[in-house]
């Protein structure tokens, strides 16, 4: 039995230790916002945050979670930067097709988080690891900006 | 005058009927009675068999990616051609099921097969050859207890002169050991039994230390590094600056038992290889007598320039979400590609982000300016089974073209080396036929 701190919550699963935390998390525990993309860390759709930094879940093997507290798409919002970048994620209407989404949200609510008023260029070495084949990073990078703003 | 010369012809005659002896007569079968009435039994037997047959790492050369353990048909690409690992599983047509516990022993102290025919040694029993023969029984044993396997390995590429394995023969009286490693009373138990487990099982040497012009192991430059398929295996002599003498007991001992150790990066290729299959498996008193042993090896000087810079300036001013905001790297092509393939797990400040396994700083792969190996985990990746689960790093080689992974390398190794760089996009072409 493996204990986790998901979303605040305590819970423990009985899965191997090797096993992803993005499995645990979708089709162990249910919260299927977080999303499989490559699953070899290339695209950050998988994304979650463990203690407010950001990793990629797909290639995390349980069992070197730890203490850490995990945080996904489905609470990210009851966060203060999670909340701003949220709002203007909706605001400028940044989602397309929204595949990526979870993943850019957690990114973004992370590089907030460490930096309240980031650069573009800032905004290119957080986010470069979350690709979107829609195209939506010229409305994600206005996102972060106005979320900055908030 | 005639008589002189038949006088010569006979001593031509008397040389070569030795000569002729010594490589053709059929080799002899040692007496393994003594020993085998010393081992025990049943699965005890079994157990000390596959403890050795992982400290030997038997498993590293005896099975393909992907194949079935110990099935052999693993390629070795040498200067005189190509050759196959064999099946070393018990099948009695493709396998070793017909040798007998004597034969066994005999090959892996003399290199020789159970036809009496000579093995090359790319098989490293000029190591194995220090190896007690109650061990070399005991790995048996364990081999003989697995599932067999029906494989057949590619037959060898060899020309002439080394396609005729009686040569060897020559080769084996210069260079194997013919007894096993005797313990050197004036040294602790501790060291002796890390100088068996790395001379006898582990065989470091026959990566570490460079080969002479007969390509067997020179131990008079022990553990001085060389270069192997592609690979470098880095100096691990007691070296300061060349070698492991900088490091601590701790590091050592972390980096052989775990593949990662504090402040020194990770063990890729074959050495990621030799801690996932041989080292992790090893108890942590072996594991101290090995650093213990190998901290003892003189220092070797070598040539190599992959010398760690301790607090390169471009690391020390990065955090581990964003590099330091100067640098001519800035805008590059290096530094986007490591942007959105690398920095989500590696971050900027050589720390790791998505694991302790992928901090960079103090690795001599992201230090050596020729990037040898920095270039081959970037194609072929990298993966390690932990206690807390596997680490893996995707390999890159069909991701991006010689010209991007030219331009990556050289980034990484000026940002988390401090090291300038000239890596063209040539060398990676020739690295992705390694």
Not at chain 2, 130 to 151: N, R, V
Not at chain 2, 190 to 199: D, I, M
Not at chain 2, 397 to 420: P, R, W
Request: charged share 20%; proline share 6%; hydrophobic share 40%.
């Amino acid at each position: 039995m493996i204990a986790l701190n998901i979303n605040g919550e305590d819970r423990t699963v009985d899965v191997p230790e090797d096993m992803p935390l993005l499995w645990v998390l979708r089709d162990v525990i249910g919260l299927t916002g977080t999303k499989f993309g490559c699953g070899i860390a290339q695209c950050g759709a998988c994304t979650v945050q463990l203690d407010g930094r950001p990793v990629r879940s797909c290639v995390l093997p349980v069992a070197s979670v730890g203490t850490r507290s995990i945080t996904t798409i489905e609470a990210v919002g009851a966060t203060p930067a999670g909340k701003k970048i949220q709002d203007a994620w909706l605001d400028l209407e940044v989602i397309q097709c929204g595949y990526c989404q979870s993943g850019q949200i957690m990114s973004a609510s992370a590089l907030l988080n460490r930096n309240p008023d980031p650069s573009d260029r800032d905004i290119d070495t957080a986010m470069s690891g979350n690709i979107c084949r829609c195209g939506t990073y010229p409305r994600i990078r206005a996102a972060i900006k106005q979320a900055a703003k908030a | 005058m005639k008589r002189l010369g038949l006088l010569f012809l006979a001593a031509v005659v008397v040389v070569a009927a030795g000569v002729a002896i010594f490589l053709f007569k059929p080799a002899s079968l040692p007496d393994v009675s003594e020993a085998q009435a010393k081992l025990p039994t049943g699965q005890a037997l079994i157990d000390r068999g596959e403890y050795l047959t992982r400290a030997a790492d038997c498993v590293a050369c005896h099975t393909t990616a992907g194949g079935k353990p110990y099935a052999g048909g693993l390629a070795f690409k040498l200067p005189f051609g190509t050759i196959y690992s064999p099946n070393i599983t018990a099948d009695k047509d493709t396998g070793i099921g017909n040798w007998s516990d004597a034969e066994f022993v005999r090959a892996l102290h003399q290199g020789i097969d159970k036809d009496g025919q000579n093995l090359y040694p790319a098989f490293s029993y000029a190591a194995y050859a220090q190896m007690t023969t109650e061990d070399a029984l005991a790995i048996k044993a364990y081999l003989f207890s697995l599932p067999t396997i029906k494989a057949e390995a590619p037959k060898n590429e060899l020309g002439f002169p080394f396609n005729q394995r009686y040569v060897m023969r020559f080769w084996n009286l210069l260079f194997v050991p013919s007894g096993p490693l005797q313990p050197d009373p004036a040294q602790t138990a501790e060291w002796n039994r890390g100088a068996y487990l790395v001379e006898a099982m582990a065989h470091c040497g026959e990566c570490h230390t460079p080969r002479n012009l007969m390509f067997a192991v020179d131990n008079g430059k022990k553990f001085a590094g060389a270069e192997l398929q592609g690979w470098k295996a880095y100096n691990i002599s007691s070296d300061k600056k060349t070698g492991i003498g900088n490091w601590t007991d701790q590091q050592l001992f972390d980096y052989l038992s775990k593949g990662h150790a504090e402040g020194r990066g990770s063990a890729t290729g074959s050495m990621g290889e030799a801690v996932d299959f041989s080292l992790r498996h090893l108890t942590p008193d072996d594991i101290k007598s090995i650093v213990t042993y190998v901290k003892s090896v003189p220092p070797q000087t070598s040539t190599d320039n992959a010398i760690v810079e301790a607090e390169p300036a471009a690391l020390t001013a990065s955090t581990a979400y964003a590099p330091s905001a100067d640098g001519a790297a800035q805008d590059g092509l290096g530094l986007k590609l490591f942007q959105g393939a690398c920095a989500s797990c590696h971050g900027w400040n050589g720390e790791g982000i998505q694991t302790p396994y992928a901090a960079l700083k103090g690795s001599r792969t992201v230090n050596d300016p020729d990037g040898t190996n920095l270039i081959q985990v970037i194609l072929k990746g990298a993966h390690m089974t932990t206690p807390q689960g596997r680490q893996s790093m995707p390999a890159f080689a069909n991701a991006y073209s010689d010209v991007e992974i030219a331009a990556l390398s050289n980034y990484v190794l000026g940002h988390f080396g401090g090291k300038e760089s000239a890596i063209t996009p040539e060398d990676v072409a020739t690295a992705r036929k390694q």
